[in-house]
């Protein structure tokens, strides 16, 4: 794909789900065994031209997730090279035994995208939020899995997973006027993750629309004389050890903010490896706390959960105490 | 035409079938094996396997071949037995059934060099994968079928209907879903534990073709499958089956499900079937 200001500004303002539906169109155009199979969101997934051009190299399978994911498993058999998406409940935890068996227990490759993931969705309540599905998915061996910081980020994701031969699951986060946070091109490696900040007195690593947000806290933070790293965790599986490492060897504090309940996420992938590490510095765990809360607005909800740049502020300020 | 050849082949790899299976589920001694609901489809499997799938006896991997998928894989013994008499498994390694690290365990794990295409065990996704087979053949302008071999109790899983629906809107017509209607699930029969009520009429209402026929009538399977063939529409095979069938002591005798085969009842067994 053409990688320009104009068009990152443009993908940054219509967002990540109608970034991919577009990133979907022009790899239809290079990948000829690509299949694109959804259930009744082609709109919602930015699908809309992707269908109309496309129509061999699209299937919608209705309202149907756990049939979905066998469809998919059954080409992907025959050599297609599959993305399947929908909304990210129903793409990862309504079908989760599907995923289980036909991705990670028999190895078929698939892409599976999860749209609107995180709290975006908040005002349609937490049927519709999905901040449980890093966690579900992470237990299931042989997927990778990960979190775009950006509409950018997004496209470069996709590219990656059509191009792995690994199944992957691509979990997009945030809203229409997505913020910039890669403001022109560079290199995306699964697994590697991207320091965008350096500092010396404490490490925040981070996923999704929350690496913004966490770029916006550094800011902060370096007025009161705060020193951050902030790192952009885009892949939480495999998890990049040896940045987790680095940043332990140096930093005072290591802090995790996640969309994504405390439990299973980020913050627990890193902790899970920081365990093994000697000496290593206290971890703070940012994210929803293991609660369904009262839904609202994205903001409303990024607020109450303390995932704003301020609440991130604060928090870190009263661990440093 | 005379099919009476055809008919005493399969019969006779039918026999041989049970024999592997009485060999498998005594090897699995007390680890116990689901002996019923393989018994049942012995008929069905050896009639696809030994007649009427494209297949090649020496590369269980040629690409021309037709697919098989055991969405009950409960009944493996059935399936590692059919792949045995056609060659694809050693007489050796089925007796390595559910021991360490066996490649033939309780349920098929994928093993393209078996024969095995798919992995199965969990109800109620093999007729998923099967769409999706059947799509990818249809693009590659492949002219093979794809059989799918359900039990009666698996269609009490919501995701057998979301497939059901599915097939006949994609105008599958090289997908066979075949049912294995012996009228027992794991717990009891299918009227006590869940009443399916006619298969017939619930195939058959979501747009397949559906066919009912006995399924241990050799002759009435080619007959059957040979008058399916022409429909443009996915097909339904309800096939009317005895739980255990064959030896005189699991026959319709749900404590059959899953249960371990003694040295003595193995040596009646072997008896009965001459």
């Given at each position: 794909?053409?990688?320009?200001?104009?068009?990152?500004?443009?993908?940054?303002?219509?967002?990540?789900?109608?970034?991919?539906?577009?990133?979907?169109?022009?790899?239809?155009?290079?990948?000829?065994?690509?299949?694109?199979?959804?259930?009744?969101?082609?709109?919602?997934?930015?699908?809309?031209?992707?269908?109309?051009?496309?129509?061999?190299?699209?299937?919608?399978?209705?309202?149907?997730?756990?049939?979905?994911?066998?469809?998919?498993?059954?080409?992907?058999?025959?050599?297609?090279?599959?993305?399947?998406?929908?909304?990210?409940?129903?793409?990862?935890?309504?079908?989760?035994?599907?995923?289980?068996v036909?991705?990670?227990?028999?190895?078929?490759?698939?892409?599976?995208?999860?749209i609107?993931?995180?709290?975006?969705?908040?005002?349609?309540?937490?049927?519709?939020?999905?901040?449980?599905?890093?966690?579900?998915?992470?237990?299931?061996?042989?997927?990778?899995?990960?979190?775009?910081?950006?509409?950018l980020?997004?496209?470069?994701?996709l590219?990656?997973?059509?191009?792995?031969d690994?199944?992957?699951?691509?979990?997009?986060?945030?809203s229409?006027?997505?913020?910039?946070?890669?403001?022109?091109?560079?290199?995306?490696?699964?697994?590697?993750?991207?320091?965008l900040?350096?500092?010396?007195?404490?490490?925040?690593?981070?996923?999704?629309?929350?690496?913004?947000?966490?770029?916006?806290?550094?800011k902060?933070?370096?007025e009161?004389?705060?020193?951050?790293?902030?790192?952009?965790?885009?892949?939480?599986?495999p998890?990049?050890?040896?940045a987790?490492?680095?940043?332990?060897?140096?930093?005072?504090?290591?802090?995790?903010?996640?969309e994504?309940?405390?439990?299973?996420?980020l913050?627990?992938?890193?902790?899970?490896?920081?365990?093994?590490?000697?000496?290593?510095?206290?971890?703070?765990?940012?994210?929803?706390?293991?609660i369904?809360?009262?839904?609202?607005?994205?903001?409303?909800?990024?607020?109450?959960h303390?995932?704003?740049?301020?609440?991130?502020?604060?928090?870190?300020?009263?661990?440093?105490? | 035409?005379d099919?009476?050849?055809?008919?005493?082949?399969?019969?006779?790899?039918?026999?041989?079938?049970?024999?592997n299976?009485?060999e498998?589920?005594?090897?699995?001694?007390?680890?116990?094996?689901?002996?019923?609901?393989?018994?049942?489809?012995?008929?069905?499997?050896?009639?696809?396997?030994?007649?009427?799938m494209?297949?090649?006896?020496?590369?269980?991997?040629?690409?021309?071949?037709?697919?098989?998928?055991?969405?009950?894989?409960?009944?493996?013994?059935?399936?590692?037995?059919?792949?045995?008499?056609?060659?694809?498994?050693?007489?050796?390694?089925?007796?390595?059934?559910?021991?360490?690290?066996?490649?033939?365990?309780?349920?098929?794990?994928?093993n393209r060099?078996?024969?095995?295409d798919?992995?199965?065990?969990?109800?109620?996704?093999?007729?998923s994968?099967?769409?999706?087979?059947?799509?990818?053949?249809?693009?590659?302008?492949k002219?093979?079928?794809?059989f799918?071999?359900?039990?009666?109790?698996?269609?009490n899983?919501?995701?057998?209907?979301?497939?059901?629906?599915?097939?006949?809107?994609l105008?599958?017509?090289?997908?066979?879903?075949?049912?294995?209607?012996?009228?027992?699930?794991?717990?009891?029969?299918?009227k006590?534990?869940?009443?399916?009520?006619?298969?017939?009429?619930?195939?058959?209402?979501?747009?397949?073709?559906?066919?009912?026929?006995?399924?241990?009538?050799?002759?009435?399977?080619?007959?059957?499958?040979?008058?399916?063939?022409?429909?443009?529409k996915?097909?339904?095979?309800?096939?009317?089956?005895?739980?255990?069938?064959?030896?005189?002591f699991?026959?319709n005798?749900?404590?059959?499900?899953?249960?371990?085969?003694?040295?003595?009842?193995?040596?009646?067994?072997?008896?009965?079937?001459?």
């Amino acid at each position: 794909m053409i990688i320009n200001e104009r068009n990152i500004k443009v993908w940054s303002t219509i967002g990540s789900r109608a970034t991919f539906g577009i990133a979907a169109l022009e790899l239809a155009k290079e990948v000829d065994n690509l299949m694109v199979l959804t259930c009744d969101v082609s709109t919602s997934a930015g699908l809309d031209r992707y269908r109309k051009i496309y129509p061999d190299k699209y299937l919608d399978l209705g309202i149907a997730e756990q049939n979905l994911i066998g469809v998919a498993a059954g080409l992907a058999s025959e050599g297609f090279n599959v993305i399947t998406t929908t909304f990210a409940p129903f793409q990862t935890i309504r079908c989760c035994e599907q995923i289980k068996v036909n991705i990670g227990y028999m190895k078929q490759k698939i892409c599976m995208v999860g749209i609107a993931s995180g709290l975006t969705l908040g005002n349609l309540g937490f049927t519709h939020c999905c901040i449980e599905d890093v966690g579900i998915l992470r237990t299931i061996p042989g997927i990778t899995i990960i979190s775009p910081s950006d509409s950018l980020e997004t496209v470069k994701a996709l590219e990656a997973a059509i191009k792995s031969d690994k199944s992957i699951y691509i979990r997009l986060t945030g809203s229409s006027n997505n913020p910039i946070v890669n403001d022109k091109d560079y290199t995306f490696e699964i697994g590697k993750s991207i320091k965008l900040r350096e500092g010396k007195d404490l490490t925040i690593f981070c996923a999704g629309a929350m690496v913004y947000n966490c770029l916006e806290a550094a800011k902060i933070l370096s007025e009161k004389n705060i020193s951050c790293s902030v790192v952009n965790m885009h892949t939480i599986k495999p998890i990049d050890k040896d940045a987790i490492k680095k940043a332990s060897e140096k930093s005072k504090l290591i802090v995790s903010v996640e969309e994504h309940n405390i439990i299973g996420g980020l913050g627990s992938a890193i902790a899970e490896y920081k365990a093994t590490l000697n000496n290593s510095p206290k971890q703070l765990i940012i994210g929803v706390d293991d609660i369904y809360s009262k839904g609202g607005s994205y903001k409303f909800l990024q607020e109450k959960h303390g995932l704003t740049p301020g609440k991130i502020v604060d928090n870190i300020l009263q661990n440093l105490k | 035409m005379d099919i009476s050849k055809d008919i005493e082949k399969i019969k006779n790899f039918s026999t041989e079938v049970k024999k592997n299976i009485l060999e498998m589920a005594f090897t699995a001694g007390a680890s116990s094996s689901h002996f019923g609901g393989a018994l049942s489809i012995v008929e069905i499997i050896s009639f696809l396997f030994s007649h009427k799938m494209k297949i090649k006896k020496n590369n269980p991997n040629w690409i021309d071949r037709d697919r098989f998928i055991l969405s009950k894989g409960h009944a493996c013994l059935a399936y590692y037995a059919a792949l045995c008499e056609v060659g694809y498994i050693t007489k050796e390694q089925i007796k390595t059934f559910e021991k360490d690290d066996s490649d033939l365990l309780g349920h098929p794990v994928i093993n393209r060099k078996l024969g095995i295409d798919f992995s199965n065990g969990s109800l109620g996704m093999g007729l998923s994968l099967g769409i999706g087979v059947a799509i990818a053949l249809k693009k590659n302008k492949k002219e093979n079928n794809i059989f799918v071999i359900l039990g009666d109790g698996e269609c009490n899983e919501g995701s057998v209907w979301e497939a059901a629906m599915a097939a006949p809107n994609l105008n599958l017509s090289n997908l066979y879903a075949i049912i294995d209607n012996n009228n027992f699930q794991q717990t009891g029969s299918n009227k006590e534990i869940m009443n399916t009520d006619s298969l017939y009429k619930k195939w058959s209402s979501f747009g397949w073709e559906t066919k009912e026929v006995d399924g241990h009538d050799i002759e009435k399977l080619c007959k059957i499958f040979e008058e399916s063939e022409q429909s443009p529409k996915p097909k339904a095979i309800i096939a009317k089956t005895i739980k255990g069938k064959g030896f005189s002591f699991s026959e319709n005798n749900n404590n059959w499900h899953h249960a371990v085969l003694s040295k003595t009842l193995y040596e009646q067994a072997k008896k009965e079937l001459i």
